[in-house]
């Protein structure tokens, strides 16, 4: 039951990427599997992501299904700062390697927060107009048309949010 219970966080059919890991992963080199299991703001315009590579899940309990970052690989544990700036330019860079939209992460649909009541909750996605495509040009300030500027501090904070739900961080630390 813990694993329909997490499974039914994010629908299925939406893809969903972890950004703060696949930045640092590229900005080091660091292994394909290697994700993040803390984020720290260190003053205005800083992200610590701090992460390692982890195979051990809980085999029971009510954390059953869910990565055991006590047991992560020691050898690969690293925190990795990113600066604010670097975060927006790598997003635009993704875009256009990747031809879908940060925001909704290519699905057209952005989200706008959870509740217990009605679970997840989705909006047609200001920046690429529910297109899901990427709208950078691959400039610096980068879009093609439309209004759609890199998303507000608060879209990153939902991104972020909805990122915990997927890597929550390492009891017992
Ligand atoms: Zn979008």
């Known amino acids: 039951m813990d694993d329909l219970f997490a499974s039914s966080a994010l629908p299925p059919e939406r893809k969903h990427y972890d950004f703060w890991?696949?930045?640092?992963?590229?900005?080091?080199g660091l292994p394909d599997d290697w994700r993040w299991y803390r984020l720290e703001a260190k003053g205005?315009?800083?992200?610590?992501?701090?992460?390692?590579?982890?195979?051990?899940?809980?085999?029971a309990g009510k954390h059953k299904g869910q990565i055991n970052w006590a047991k992560r690989?020691?050898?690969?544990?690293?925190?990795?700062?990113?600066?604010?700036?670097?975060?927006?330019?790598?997003?635009l860079s993704w875009e256009c390697r990747s031809g879908e939209c940060h925001v909704c992460h290519g699905n057209g649909q952005q989200s706008v927060g959870w509740s217990l009541k009605d679970g997840s909750k989705y909006r047609t996605c200001t920046r690429c107009n529910g297109t899901g495509a990427s709208v950078s040009d691959g400039s610096p300030e980068g879009v093609k048309t439309g209004t759609g500027?890199?998303?507000?501090?608060?879209?990153?904070?939902?991104?972020?949010?909805?990122?915990?739900l997927s890597n929550p961080l390492p009891k017992g630390e």
Do not use: F, M
């Open 21 to 28: 890991s696949i930045h640092a992963r590229e900005k080091l």
């Open 44 to 59: 205005e315009n800083i992200t610590v992501v701090t992460g390692a590579v982890c195979h051990e899940v809980y085999k």
């Open 73 to 91: 690989d020691k050898e690969t544990d690293i925190p990795v700062p990113i600066r604010r700036d670097e975060h927006k330019a790598w997003l």
């Open 149 to 164: 500027l890199i998303e507000d501090d608060s879209a990153a904070a939902k991104q972020d949010a909805l990122s915990t």
